[in-house]
T-cell receptor, first 111, second 120 residues
Framework: GQQVMQIPQYQHVQEGEDFTTYCNSS?????IQWYKQRPGGHPVFLIQ?????EVKKQKRLTFQFGEAKKNSSLHITATQTTDVGTYFC???????????FGTGTRLKVLA | DTEVTQTPKHLVMGMTNKKSLKCEQH?????MYWYKQKAKKPPELMFVYSYEKLSINESVPSRFSPECPNSSLLNLHLHALQPEDSALYLC???????????????????FGPGTRLTVL
């Protein structure tokens, strides 16, 4: 079945450093969503991308959808301890009616 | 109100028990979902209900039985579970069932806090 891979699996950064997680699909996607799950918590919706090459920003977070709509990235500028958690992408493929969650990237921020 | 509630928060059950997980939302959402999440893994879709009808069953074993009594409630009935079924069970809802032609906001999934299930 379809797989959505994220790299890296884990990332430890010093507070203030930047962080990027990449989401890759073997098939062309219709939409992609990003979620954040804090330790012990549940996924919380961050953003949805629909258009090829789309870039969206939320304060220190920048989201990008690849031109070929097969990959996406989330970049956090100047990480803070509140950014700790696991970031998941979730991908919707044309003709399907479900989002497949990526493998996730767990971020730890060291103060 | 953008809250999805789930009860109980924690559940410990034996392999011969019958129990139910409950989920409720009052956002007027027409699609509701059950996900299973093992530790350090992504959520895996189990069931999708759209307009109170089961629209997707991801080949889930029959020991898991979903029920949607009305548009606000979603239950998951558990019977004869195995220890490997221990996991976090997440309920979610969205305005509509997903499609590539949907409005941007319609696909947003609102997750409940989950029920942490342990099967002994």
């Amino acid at each position: 079945g379809q797989q959505v891979m994220q790299i890296p699996q884990y990332q430890h950064v010093q507070e203030g450093e930047d962080f990027t997680t990449y989401c890759n699909s073997s098939t062309t996607l219709s939409n992609i969503q990003w979620y954040k799950q804090r330790p012990g918590g549940h996924p919380v919706f961050l953003i949805q991308l629909v258009k090829s090459g789309e870039v969206k920003k939320q304060k220190r977070l920048t989201f990008q959808f690849g031109e070929a709509k097969k990959n996406s990235s989330l970049h956090i500028t100047a990480t803070q301890t509140t950014d700790v958690g696991t970031y998941f992408c979730a991908a919707l493929t044309s003709g399907t009616y479900k989002y497949i969650f990526g493998t996730g990237t767990r971020l730890k921020v060291l103060a | 109100d953008t809250e999805v509630t789930q009860t109980p928060k924690h559940l410990v059950m034996g392999m011969t028990n019958k129990k139910s997980l409950k989920c409720e939302q009052h956002m007027g959402h027409r699609a509701m979902y059950w996900y299973k999440q093992k530790a350090k893994k992504p959520p895996e879709l189990m069931f999708v209900y759209s307009y109170e009808k089961l629209s997707i069953n991801e080949s889930v074993p029959s020991r898991f039985s979903p029920e949607c009594p009305n548009s606000s409630l979603l239950n998951l009935h558990l019977h004869a579970l195995q220890p490997e079924d221990s996991a976090l069970y997440l309920c979610a809802s969205s305005q509509d069932e997903f499609s590539a032609a949907s409005q941007l906001t319609a696909d947003t999934q609102y997750f409940g806090p989950g029920t942490r299930l342990t099967v002994l």
